[in-house]
T-cell receptor, first 106, second 118 residues
Framework: EVVLTQSPATLSLSPGERATLSCRAS??????LAWYQQKPGQAPRLLIY???NRATGIPARFSGSGSGTDFTLTISSLEPEDFAVYYC????????FGGGTKVEIK | QLQLQESGSGLVEPSQTLSLTCAVS??????????WSWVRQPPGKGLEWIGY???????YCKQSLRSRVTISVDSSKNQFSLRLSSVTAADTAVYYC??????????WGQGTLITVSS
């Protein structure tokens, strides 16, 4: 099973700041990496698939990069609605998720 | 707009079988090269993929759950189902159904909380 490690566990930032979230895989997942946003009481929402492709309707301030074992989700300028928990997920092997990064208001 | 909706019993006794159904609307479960998944999330914890099924009926499940999981599809009703046997308190979670495409999950149901308790 591919293990995904997300860091940091919590990111404390202010609106307008840049957020950089990391996801590291225990083995290469090539570019088969997705990112999700989850707010309390809601289902996860797909943001990025295949490492760098924005899902339908996702604002351009969200971007993804990386390949192999190291991936990054960047939110260029945080909006109030972006404070949430973010998960990465790999689809190279049987699907697995990272433990999540909580982006909280500083 | 594709929509998925889970339904099933919210409370299951230990050692019994959890049964859930995901009704798909706004599109056909038989169209395209998608798979149809179950994902769960224990309260306050992260996401865990359980398994998925293709329209052909081929199923794939997480190895640690394989002996207890059955996933089936009913194309005539445009729905798919999950059965998880011999449940324990560790199976208490919000259960989501989702569509899989591009090796990711692009459409999700709202989730349903299943509590295992006597």
């Amino acid at each position: 099973e591919v293990v995904l490690t997300q860091s940091p566990a919590t990111l404390s930032l202010s609106p307008g700041e840049r957020a950089t979230l990391s996801c590291r895989a225990s083995q290469s997942v090539y570019s088969s990496l997705a990112w999700y946003q989850q707010k309390p009481g809601q289902a996860p929402r797909l943001l990025i698939y295949d490492s760098s492709n924005r899902a339908t309707g996702i604002p351009a301030r969200f971007s993804g990069s990386g390949s192999g074992t190291d991936f990054t989700l960047t939110i260029s300028s945080l909006e109030p609605e972006d404070f949430a928990v973010y998960y990465c997920q790999q689809g190279s092997d049987w699907p697995s998720f990272g433990g999540g990064t909580k982006v909280e208001i500083k | 707009q594709l929509q998925l909706q889970e339904s099933g019993s919210g409370l299951v006794e230990p050692s019994q079988t959890l049964s859930l159904t995901c009704a798909v609307s706004g599109g056909s479960i038989s169209t395209g090269l998608y798979s149809w998944s179950w994902v769960r999330q224990p309260p306050g914890k992260g996401l865990e993929w359980i398994g998925y099924i293709y329209k052909s009926g081929s199923t794939y499940c997480k190895q640690s759950l394989r002996s207890r999981v059955t996933i089936s599809v009913d194309s005539s009703k445009n729905q798919f189902s999950l059965r998880l046997s011999s449940v324990t308190a560790a199976d208490t979670a919000v259960y989501y159904c989702a569509r899989s495409g591009h090796s990711s999950f692009d459409y999700w149901g709202q989730g349903t909380l299943i509590t295992v308790s006597s």
